[in-house]
Structures are given as C-alpha cells and as structure tokens.
C-alpha cells in the first residue's frame, strides 16, 4: 500500500471548513481519526496520539450505528488499536497495553470476527514493537485463526507475515521462506 501522506493532510486541511461548517461530533471525529492515522503513518507519533485522544473524548455509544454504516468498521476500536501502536512507539508501554486492552475489549464486545481479528493484528504488531514475542505471537495465532475461518485473505495474510517475523526474531532458519509464503 502507497499513501501520499503529504497529499492526505492536504486533502484534509481542505476539509476543515466543512468539518467547521458541520459543527457535529461525528465529522470532528472523522476528521480527528484521519489525521491520526496519517499522522502515524508520517512518523509524528506526539500529533497522532493526540488526535487519536480526540477520537476517544468525542466519541459517544449511539455514534457506532452510524459510524459502522458509514466505514464498515469500528472506529473507536481502531483508533485505540492505533494508539497501542503509537503509544509503543513512544516508548510509553503502560498507555500502549491500555490502548491496546480497550481495542480488544471492544472487538469482544462487538461480537464480530472481522473487529476481533483487527484487534488481534494491532495488538501483535504493538508487542513486536514492544519485543514481547510471546504476546506477538499468541495475538498473531489469534488473528490468524479467525481470518482464516472466516476467509479474510488480508488479514490472514497479515498474521501469517507477523509469525513470520516472529520466527525471525527467534532465529528460526526457514523464517524467510515463511515470510515469502505469508503473502500468498
């Protein structure tokens, strides 16, 4: 995946006015979950975290109707998700671990497998992050598990690369060859 990250922030200052003109909790939060992950993905991990904060003070439980209609995905438990890896990131584990505890309390609570295996696949890479193979490891088999089971080619593809890497990490020759074959 290719992101014109540069383009992302412009294309969202862009938007700002409109989200102003709006002036609903929603597309504040829209706006606030977009600019997190962009500026996550741009490496400013102090400005995405607090975007990601924002996400979590805006959001109220009768936005999740509307918001899933929308993006077909949770956005709260996305950003949490988000934030475990930007927490870890920073160095700050103890926020990492409660980001990444709401995310899958949350993908428990909503009761279907895709929030379950997103949960499990961010939680992983938070403990790669974090050199806890043991905690990678048991989230990656998870996520694994239940996308396989449910034939979410992505995200089985995105666990397979995690025990891949896991494998590396833990000096397991055929590691490589694991990791050619996770995408496919």
Excluded at 47 to 60: D, E, I, L
Excluded at 113 to 139: E, Q, Y
Aim: glycine residues 4%; neutral net charge.
């Amino acid at each position: 995946m290719v992101a014109d990250l540069d383009q992302c922030l412009a294309t969202l200052a862009k938007l700002a006015p409109v989200v102003k003109k709006l002036g609903t909790p929603i597309s504040f939060l829209i706006q606030q979950y977009m600019l997190g992950v962009t500026q996550a993905y741009r490496g400013d991990l102090q400005a995405a975290a607090a975007h990601f904060r924002a996400v979590s003070k805006t959001y109220r439980d009768e936005m999740k109707e509307e918001l899933q209609t929308r993006f077909s995905m949770d956005i709260i438990l996305a950003s949490n998700s988000f934030l475990g890896w930007v927490y870890a990131l920073l160095g700050q584990r103890d926020n990492a671990d409660a980001a990444t505890q709401r995310a899958l309390q949350m993908s428990q609570k909503n009761n279907n497998g895709l929030s379950l295996v997103f949960a499990n696949v961010f939680a992983a890479t938070k403990c790669l992050f974090l050199d806890d193979m043991d905690a990678a490891r048991r989230h990656a088999k998870q996520a694994k598990a239940g996308a396989d089971e449910m034939g979410f080619v992505q995200w089985s593809a995105q666990a397979r690369m995690q025990l891949a890497r896991i494998a590396d990490l833990s000096g397991d020759p055929e590691a490589l060859q694991s990791l050619e074959h996770a995408k496919q």
